[in-house]
Structure formats: C-alpha cells, structure tokens
C-alpha cells in the first residue's frame, strides 16, 4: 500500500535513496543499488526538488499507537471513555474525539486509527518567504541579478543585522525554488541559478577536468612566488586562464586574488601573440599597485610570457602540471562564469564592452568568503587603504 504511493519504493529504501543522492551518486547508481530504474529515482526526486525532506516525527501530544491499542482493549472489554482516558492518563475529550471520528465504539481499530492520524498530520509549513512580501522581493531581485542563495543569505545577514524577519537561509530559498508546490518564487527564477539545474545536486556530485601538459619556454615555477602571494597579504596578484567556447572561440579571465576581483578579457585566437596583446592591452589599464604578478596554467597561449612581463611589469609563474588547483580563485570564478558562457557557446561574438558588463555583474555580487562584500566593495576597500 505505502510502496505504491512511494512509486515502489519502501521507507527505508527512500532513506537509502536520499543517503546516496547526498553522497553525490547518479540516478543509474542509485537506481541499481536499489533494483530500480533510474527514471524511478527521479521522479521520487523532483517532488522534492533533490532537496530531501526532513525525518518526520510524531508530536509527543499525539496519541501513540499503544495508546491507540489500549483505548481499542477498553472498548472491547466495554469501559466507559471516561475510565479508558484515566487509564492511559488522557483527557475524557481526548478519547472521546478518537473514537468519533474513527467510527465509535463497533468499529474502532487501533492500527487503522492510528495510520490515519499519521497521513493527515503531513500538512506542510508555510515557507518563510510566503509570510514576508518583503523579503520574498528582495530574495527575487536578487536571484534576477544572478546572485545565488547563498550569497543572497550573507548578504541579508549584513545588511539587516539583529533583524530575524529579514533573515533566511540558502536553504529555504532553494526549496522555494525547486519545490514548486509551495508556490512563492516563481519557476523562471531558476535559470538565474549557475548551474540552472531544475534540481538540487549533491556538492560531491562535481568532476575534475584534466589539464594536458605543455612545455613553456624558461617557465618560472608557481612554487618560486613571493610568500606574500600565497598568503593573499597584498593586492595585485592575479590567476588566469582562458575559457574555450564553440569553433575555437576564447575568452581570458583574470582574478585578483585578495579580493576576488575579476577581469574578463577579449582575444582574437589562442595564440601567444593574441593572447598576449590582448593581456597587456587591459592589465595595463590597471593601476600601478594592482600590478604585480600573474599566475598562469600551462597553456601554450602564455609562451610569449617574457614579452607580456616587460609590457607590463608584472612576473608570470606557471602552475604545475595537470594542477589547476593552484589557481583555485580563478577555477571557481571560471565556473561561475559558465553561467553567463555555457559550454557550446561561441565566444567570437562578446566585445570588450559586454565582457565588461558581465564582469560588472559578477563582481557587484557578495561573496562568502569575503563575509559577503562583493569584490568590487573589497577592491575599493583595499585601494583606499594603500593609496
């Protein structure tokens, strides 16, 4: 009975379900550990949105299914209601409402009662952004400008602090999103979400990509960088890296390390000439203290390094090979930006103008790691102090 409203699936194998889906498992995986088809899983899934549903208890109020079974043994044996509710330590009107409304004294039954009162007790909880129109549109309008739950929550926090009505979880806000039923922020919102996944994912469900060797010309090692840089103790060391599209399209980004800062910059190939014009014609815009060293992976894009540092005067180092983790500032801003440049898409297109744009956009939302000023507040922030 229970398992064919749960699409087959019994109680504890949807605990099981959720217990993979958390540890970052596939629908295939999960569905072949528990002797079903994948699609199975996944409608059990996106009722809920992937977010799973919280362990349900029973209201120690309620009464219990023993309870239930001695109120059942007194009616048989012909109490009165008032003697049945002295016995279990209940109100007479307590008993008396039991019995009513599960057919009277000839047909009540403890197991049946007691199922009964479990399935009506599933009323959902009013979502928090459907009792505050206020917070319910500022949460919209950011998610509008792209900024996720996460950092919409940071930003609340400082923004409205000691003010619990404006506080809400990332959480919430993702079963607001992906739980439609509820009803309060619209399904559109979801494209504005950086993975635009209609479901919540595990984040151990995330692959590595693996990074090819190359041989530069008189690299200089990321490991013979000033202390300083590893330590983000001062402005004006950058990570970048390239972000490929569709028929050999490219577009370089450049992260400031200290504050998260982000540059995007436009390149007509991926050549070393182009790739090198291109760097010094924005990093050259930069003022002189923001100007000190670049972290680079071991693209061959970079082998005319030598030329961009004496066009710039700022040293380049190389990370390892296949460790792209060593400019890890710039590997999370490069997956932020897919939001913006989905793999497939053409990046010939962008100006300079529009790449300015978007990095305006991206750079005006708060960040967690910066207890949630955006990089743009920690940039001015930084250059007011040292200049």
């Known amino acids: 009975m229970t398992a064919t409203k749960s699409r087959g699936l019994s109680a504890p194998q949807k605990r099981e379900l959720w217990n993979r889906w958390r ?3 596939s629908l295939s995986e999960i569905g072949r550990a528990l002797g079903k088809h994948a699609g199975s899983i996944s409608g059990v899934l996106a009722i809920h949105g992937g977010i799973s549903p919280p362990n349900r208890t029973r209201s120690s109020r309620a009464l219990s299914l023993s309870e239930r079974e001695d109120i059942s043994r007194g009616l048989s044996a012909g109490f009165s209601l008032r003697r049945i509710a002295n016995l279990i330590g209940r109100p007479v009107s307590t008993v008396s409402r039991e019995v009513d409304r599960n057919g009277g004294r000839e047909t009540y039954r403890a197991s049946k009662a007691d199922k009964r009162a479990w399935d009506q ?6 979502c928090l952004l459907a009792e505050n129109q206020a917070l319910q549109q ?21 923004q409205f602090p000691g003010d619990s009505l404006m506080q809400i979880s990332h959480e919430t806000i993702y079963r607001s999103l992906f739980v439609q039923a509820r009803g309060v922020l619209k399904k559109e919102l979801v494209r504005h979400l950086r993975s635009r996944r209609g479901m919540r994912r595990s984040k151990h469900s995330t692959t590595e990509a693996v990074v090819p060797k190359t041989s530069i010309v008189d690299a200089v ?23 490929s599209g569709s028929k050999n399209s490219h577009i370089a980004t450049l992260v400031e390390r ?36 670049l972290t680079w992976d071991r693209g061959g894009e970079l082998g005319g390094h030598k030329k961009f540092t004496v066009a710039t005067d700022v040293q380049v180092y190389f990370c390892d090979p296949q460790s792209p983790w060593q400019r890890g500032s710039n590997e ?49 922030e930084i250059v007011a102090t040292t200049g």
């Open 23 to 25: 540890r970052g498992q």
């Open 332 to 380: 999370n801003t490069n997956r932020l930006l897919r939001q913006y440049f989905p793999k497939g898409t053409d990046l010939s297109g962008w100006t300079q103008e529009q790449l300015d744009e978007i990095a305006l956009r991206l750079n005006q939302r708060p960040r967690k790691t910066l207890r949630y000023l955006s990089p743009a507040e920690k940039l001015n």
């Open 121 to 126: 007790a599933t009323r959902p909880k009013r």
């Open 258 to 293: 200290q504050s998260r800062f982000t540059m995007l910059v436009q390149v007509n190939g991926k050549d070393t000439e182009s790739v090198i014009s291109a760097l010094c014609r924005e990093v050259n815009r930069l003022p002189l203290e923001l100007k000190k060293t």
């Open 221 to 243: 090692s990321i490991r013979e960088r000033p202390p300083e840089v590893e330590y983000r103790a001062v402005p004006g060391h950058w990570e970048g890296d390239l972000i």
């Open 138 to 158: 500022i949460v919209a309008e950011k998610l509008q400008l792209d900024w996720s739950p996460e950092q919409i929550s940071g930003w609340l926090e400082r």
